[in-house]
């Protein structure tokens, strides 16, 4: 039996960085809102306390943080001859879980896209022509330009005290700042974090080839800041426990961290925990949602009407719910028709790996996002015509951490076991150093998500199954950008280095990033894209959906900082249009 | 004395259990929902006898880690760094019954792409592959087990193990050396709270300061050794005499 419960004006499905924002902004305009979470509450002092929190096992390698394949998992498969099989442990993405979503455990990268990124089929066929265009590749526009989502990066920047330094700052170039960024109307708010020793021999190795290395902006914080809510975030420690961890020093930008203190305390606002979205519930007409029905962790089943149904949670889930819910048309590859699960990408990650006498790089000494980085070779910045692929990203030293298990490299032909690795392992911790490539990936005809037709999940559902492998286009790009690398890391003179392109076929087995990307995508018309420029849903004008599940393909960086900005212009939208007039914000 | 004893006893046991009861849905309004202690810090592994692996089991398993990773004059090897006891504390807790994993079927092999379809837990993984390995190796080497075998002889079979020559009745041998080799390293390196990384025998090796927060002072110290000893989440020995 599920309980009727009474109507609010606002439901949020998951309470993660696109929740938080959301919610935040619905209860200063008044409005009654609940906010549903699959995961648990969870909060600094608690849960990530500095005595217990820097533990490699626990965090990295038993995922505590994550959510639980045996909760809610996919099914994968390269490509469609072939039997999608669940995905029983985690691998390549790490779906996030509970309070704060992925913005707990995240390294806190937090850039811009380009200006050209978000008309990119426009750029590249008016730069290119059509030729340069792989027949099966399904990039489009994005209905919005960067200059829109200008003040929408700034409010994510100075919510989150991203610091950093401007490269553009209204068109005037700036001196080591990324002068490859669009323009922007302010500085960072805070200076950029200090450097280590890898990261400042890279830029000195880039800056001598003629790059313009800059540092990496990070949401962990260079100095203590006040941001506009009135929550204080402290400087961060470098203390090499950021990704897969929560922050024990405040000193990640998270929704706890920059939020939840100010939002709790409203009146007007509830979260219910261990509570699981089932569905979305259409009325008759199929064009409205009621609300949504969910069970919580007794099984008990509830249903929680409302005027606004904003679906917050991690990108994959998203449309997982669309597809379970029926809204909009499903997607077919075959014909190419069908919306919900199209254009679903990722992200094309490298490295290259440096061996080194007399150095010691102290890999510990880290932060999730400190670096420094060039973005030469990011998106349309460099000339593709003659290159025989489109898209790019940055590549730079960065020094997340020097946990030993992650970090403990060998130099490729050496045994992974046995004497010669032990004496490997303790040569090279300290003086071996990783540089990495961060690139886009466009999206293909055959990379889509649909229903799995065989496996469920505990409450019954079908589970979703993606279809993906990578493309020779983003193979041959990670080709390219390696090497470029490669070159400068050669300057920072090491013995012996290895040079690890992105190989395909794309597996789900070894970690890459968790920046999964599309499947319920935006733009200007509701033939090729589920949500218009506003997040709102084509098919029912009185849903939202945020995050990354918006993105027609993705870019050549870490993609938090876009999916913040979206959220703040679209919640800017449903306070100052919708509200006001309730009803499809653009006409189709 | 005594009583305050006790009173730390019954501490961790209402704190052991209260880890066991599954967290329950609730409703949060109107302020942080802090309370003091409220997280769940790692339970310290309790020394003693193997939990999970039967004496013979153990054995193996021992001079299995202790070839993955040998002994040499500067640092213990796998075995004396409390590898095997880890991996028996693993197998006995969570991991080994893969709470975490999804685990319902069908079951089906894949590609390799498509990652671990087993129906087995890793406990179950362990116990089939030692008792396969047992049974190879009394049949090919004389009737020997796997720990009475000269290095070498050691060597020869974790390398067919490595590279899949060696087939064992119902075992996937190079997804369980696989297995074996990560769970020895996560031994050797994880935070000696859980059993393995001895006298933190595994951070000193490479030079890893451990559980520490803060390394504001040394960041811009480029190319210097970090001068500070490595620390667990309990600490040092040296501050817990006696413990």
Redesign the interface.
Known sequence: MTRKLPPVDAVIVGLGWTGSILAEALTRAGLNVVAIERG??R?T????????A?????YR???ELFL???QE?MT???KTS????????W?SFMPPNGVGGGGVHWNAETWRFLPSDFRLKTHLTERYGNSILPPDMTIQDWGITFDELEPYYDRFEYLCGTSGKAGNLKGAKQANGNPWEGPRSRDYPNPPQ????GP?LFAEAAKEMGYSPFPQPSGNLSQAYTNPLGVTLG?C????FCEWFGC??YSKASPQTTI??VL??R?N???????EVLRIDLDGSGKRARGVTYA???GEMFEQPAELVLLCAFQLFNVHLLLLSGIGKPYDPNTGEGIIGKNYSYQVTSSVDAYFDQ????P??ASGSIGMCIDEFNGDNFDHSKLGFVGGGYMGAVQTN????ET?RVPKGTP????A???A??KY??SSYQAVTHGSCYSYRDAYCDLDP???DSFGRKLMRITFDFHQNELKMSEYLTDRLAEIVQKMGPHHIDKKPRTG?????DYQTTHTCGGAIMGTDPTTSALNRYLQSWDVSNLFVMGATAFPQNAGYNPTGTVGALAFWSADTIVNRYLKDPGPLVRS | MATHRRSVLAGSLASFLLSLV??????????????P???I??AQTRPGGWEFFTAEEGATVEALVD????P?PK?AGGKDAGCAVFIDRQLAGP?GSA??????G?F?D????????SSKTPAEQYRAALAALDKHCRATQSGKAFAALADEDK?KI?GAL?DGSLELEGVRTPQFFDQL?QN???GF???P??GGNRDMV??K????????????D?????????PLPPVG?QGRPEWTPGG
């Open positions: 648990p509450w909060d002092s608690t849960d990530f306390p500095t005595t217990y820097q533990d490699e096992l626990r390698i038993r995922h639980r394949p045996a998992t994968f498969r390269n072939e039997t999608a099989l669940p995905i029983r442990h691998g200090r450097q280590p020793y400042t400087p420690t470098y203390c090499g024990g020093n939840l203190p709790l305390r009146t606002f509830e979260a219910r925990t261990l509570c919580d962790s007794s150095k010691n790089f102290n510990f000494v020097g946990r030993p298990l403990v992974q076991w046995g004497a690795w032990k004496q392992a303790a911790y300290l065989i496996y469920t076929p794309y597996t789900i087995t | 599954p967290a329950r849905a609730r409703t949060i309004a109107g302020k942080l929902p802090w309370h202690s409220a997280g810090p790692p070839r993955l990773i040998p040499d640092f991991y709470q975490r994993l999804y685990m319902r069908p089906q894949g590609t390799p792409q498509q990652g671990m379809q060597d974790i490595e080799l020895t390293k996560e390196f994880a935070d709270i859980y595994g951070w090796m490479i030079g890893f300061p451990g559980a520490r927060y803060d390394y504001r040394w960041v811009e110290r480029h190319n210097e050794p970090y989440i």
